[in-house]
């Protein structure tokens, strides 16, 4: 990614530069214009010998690991022709179009390929409901759970390209770990395979015995500084926190999710003492809860998730997704847009002023 950032900077940056050396002269702008093709040369070098030096089955074939290098060299000559012909830019937006939608097409014109609603109905075999979540490791049949995401299906893990940081998974797995996090179904493959406790199923499925649900109220907890050890001794009645919560009482009262949105999440809460309502969603300092709209302390429950104190009564429990990081997104994104036209328009006299300098000089 980084790489494609870069070279996607250094191509705008000369696309800028030819435009201003055809118009104002030859002489406007001086750089050395063979500095892209060396770099083409280098890539390529660099992928011939990973090519042969790294002999796994994520390596592609020799042709497509030399393509991209080819290309980029090729385009680099049509840039070069840019400084004497300007035409050639033309030719450099449609060879750009071309490369960009035969990559896009060829997912659809190659094998293997297959339709989206295909791709997604192979994942489609775990049963029961969807309150529970599956669990897919990155090296299960299922490609880290990619699939479960097009159907709706929630995931423990994340799906391979987003893998979540988790102080509960990222030790040795124990089926306590997919109970507390309301795990129903596990893929078979990888590490997951060797764990006590799991039930087969069909095809390539595990089920957990007894999840625990998403929300659910504990009346007991225990502060834990080794998570991964204590875990194989949780118990559904209790959980692990960071920090001490005194004064919590009673037998666990009853809790239902009223309202599931990204970012909102509504829990009507009933119970006869103090208690600690428990969410297995990832917790986030950006998460703020409110209780009958009364804010209140977020806290960190399993490592992992989050949970909040309420009282005796019934209540109603609202957590919101509104980080600082989103706030300052925001009033960025606004200065930025009021900002682009004044930019446009100082750019634009300022190339002027010099345009018509130089055609004086």
């Not at 919560?245 to 009673?250: A, Q, T, Y």
């Not at 606004?334 to 036209?341: E, K, M, R, V």
Request: charged share 20%; proline share 6%; net charge positive.
């Amino acid at each position: 990614m980084r790489v494609h950032f870069v070279g996607a900077s250094l191509s705008a940056i000369a696309f800028s530069r030819v435009c201003l050396r055809n118009q104002l002269g030859e002489k406007a702008l001086r750089y050395d214009p063979w500095v892209i093709p060396r770099i083409g040369f280098v890539v390529a070098m660099t992928a011939v010998a990973m090519s042969w030096l790294d002999r796994r089955e994520q390596v592609a074939a020799f042709p497509l690991i030399i393509a991209g290098p080819v290309l980029l060299m090729y385009a680099s000559v049509i840039l070069i022709r840019a400084h004497s012909r300007p035409p050639a830019l033309i030719a450099l937006i449609v060879f750009t179009s071309l490369d960009l939608g035969a990559y896009g097409l060829s997912y659809g014109l190659f094998p293997p390929s297959d339709r989206m609603s295909g791709f997604a109905e192979v994942a489609s075999s775990p049963l029961g409901q969807r309150d529970y979540r599956v669990a897919a490791h990155a090296f299960s049949a299922y490609e880290g759970g990619n699939r479960f995401a097009m159907l709706g299906w929630r995931q423990v893990d994340g799906y391979s390209g987003l893998p979540p940081s988790s102080r509960l998974l990222d030790g040795k797995p124990h089926i306590n770990i997919f109970q507390v996090a309301g795990v129903r179904w596990v893929a078979r493959g990888g590490q997951y395979d060797d764990v006590p406790g799991l039930i087969p199923r069909v095809d390539d499925w595990f089920e957990v015995p007894n999840p625990l649900p998403r929300a659910r109220l504990v009346s007991k907890v225990h502060v834990s500084k080794h998570l991964s050890r204590d875990i194989a001794t949780a118990q559904p009645d209790t959980a692990f926190v960071g920090k001490n919560i005194d004064r919590l009482s009673g037998v666990p009262g009853k809790c239902e999710i009223v309202e599931d949105r990204p970012g909102a999440i509504r829990v009507q809460v009933k119970t006869d003492g103090r208690q600690l309502l428990v969410l297995s969603d990832r917790f986030h300092d950006g998460w703020q809860v409110s209780i009958d709209e009364e804010a209140c302390g977020l806290h960190r429950v399993y490592g992992d998730f989050m949970g909040c104190v309420v009282g005796p009564g019934s209540h109603e429990v609202q957590f919101r997704f509104r980080p600082d990081s989103l706030h300052h997104g925001k009033v960025l994104s606004l200065f930025g847009l009021a900002f682009l036209p004044m930019c446009t328009l100082v750019s634009s006299r300022r190339f002027d002023r010099t345009h018509c300098q130089a055609a004086r000089e």
